[in-house]
Structure formats: C-alpha cells, structure tokens
C-alpha cells in the first residue's frame, strides 16, 4: 500500500461543475501539499496545510489530521483547470515529500 | 510567490554526451534543492536532496557518479547527467526551499526540464 493515495485516478467533468479530489495517507505528516501539473509539465504549488481549511479563488483545500485525509475541491470548474493534480506530505521530520499517483482532470466546455 | 527557474527547457543529446541542468531560486535564497525524476504518465521520484556548500544526499538506487549536483550558491543547484543514455530520457525537475524557522516550508517547483537522449 502506498503512504499517499489519490482517488479518484481520472476525472472528467462538465465545465461549471464542483470537484472534489481525495487524498489519504498512512505516515506522521507535518504538511500536507496540492501540486498542479499542466501537460507541459511545470509544477505550481497550490496549498500546503497543516490543519483546517484554506482557500485562493476558485479552490479549497482541506485536512482532517485525525483522519489522514485531505480533500482539494474546485468551484466552478473550468476547462483551464485541465491538468495533474498531485497530494504530497512532508514526513513528521519535514524535508523529503513523498507523493500521491496524482489525479488527471479533464473539464469539458 | 517565489520563483524558480531551469534551464534549459528542452533538451536532446546524443548517447554518451554529459548535460547540465540549471536550477535557479529567482527572489529568495534555497538552503535546500530537491532534484525530481519523473517517468511518462508516473508522478515525481525524488533523486536527491541537495544543501548549499555541503554534498548531496542521494535517495537509494540513484547514482551519484552518474547524476553529479553541485549546489555551488543559495540560489543555483547543477544536475549534471553524465555519459547520458536513452534510458536517461525523462523530465527532471528541480525544487527550492528557503529555511524558516520551521520544516515544513514551502517547496518551490521550477518548469521542468525535458531530457531526449539518441
């Protein structure tokens, strides 16, 4: 079993629609981090928490420490949206992230 | 936010050539490089931890005599792929970390660099 798993692997959504994409992990984190990746492959770091909830725009991340679970949604989804979205964690001890498989987008118009 | 850059972006070689990649931190300055190899349709596999004026920490079944890093100044960090193959082909991307007072600080992404071995 992997440390971080992602859910779902794929998704296609309708352009307005709300998503949600899952993320669980099985080791002591001290953060919890969303990457996007767009198909030319750069990396942009969305969020990175610890606890709570936190918010830019159209997106909303998640962490339920208790339960090892983090959630990404986007509101409102667009076809620019299109793209890998990654989980990672820091371990307790900070420093190395270890990843999630990722989870493919595709928002329709 | 911060920014970090590679270069080149795009890279083809012929087997048997050594290539460097460049991995800058633009407006801060990066303690700790991480070097990332990612494989078509598979997520990012961390391939060394770099700090500024000391070696890099390889992960297990890296090479070091094959991926040589260089993390010369705060803001720049060199992989260099040595007598490269065309197994060697894949996206290598690097990341930045400016030490707070805290572990988990934010990691930097740079755009990635695409590596195309004859």
């Known amino acids: 079993k992997n440390e971080v798993e992602q859910s779902p692997q794929n998704l296609t959504a309708q352009e307005g629609e709300f998503i949600t994409i899952n993320c669980s992990y099985s080791?002591?984190?001290?953060?919890l981090h969303w990457l996007q990746q767009h198909p030319g492959g750069g990396i942009v770091s969305l969020f990175m928490?610890?606890?709570g909830k936190k918010k830019h725009g159209r997106l909303i991340a998640t962490i339920n420490i208790q339960e090892k679970h983090s959630s990404l949604h986007i509101t409102a989804s667009h076809p620019r949206d299109s793209a890998v979205y990654i989980c990672?964690?820091?371990?307790?001890?900070?420093?190395?992230?270890?990843f999630g498989a990722g989870t493919i987008l595709r928002v329709k118009s | 936010g911060a920014v970090v850059s590679q270069h080149p972006s795009r890279v083809i070689c012929k087997s048997g050539t050594s290539v460097k990649i460049e991995c800058r931190s633009l407006d801060f300055q990066a303690t700790t490089m991480f070097w990332y190899r990612q494989f078509p349709k598979q997520s990012l596999m961390l391939m060394a931890t770099s700090n500024e004026g000391s070696k890099a920490t390889y992960e297990q079944g890296v090479e070091k005599d094959k991926f040589l890093i260089n993390h010369a100044s705060l803001t720049l960090s060199t992989l260099t792929v040595t007598s490269a193959h065309p197994e060697d082909s894949s996206f290598y991307i690097c990341?930045?970390?400016?030490?707070?007072?805290?572990?988990?600080?934010?990691?930097?992404f740079g755009p990635g660099t695409r590596l195309t071995v004859l």
């Open positions: 080791v002591g984190i001290s953060a």
């Open positions: 990672a964690v820091s371990g307790e001890y900070g420093n190395k992230l270890v």
């Open positions: 990341s930045a970390r400016f030490a707070g007072t805290r572990l988990t600080d934010t990691q930097y």
């Open positions: 928490l610890s606890s």
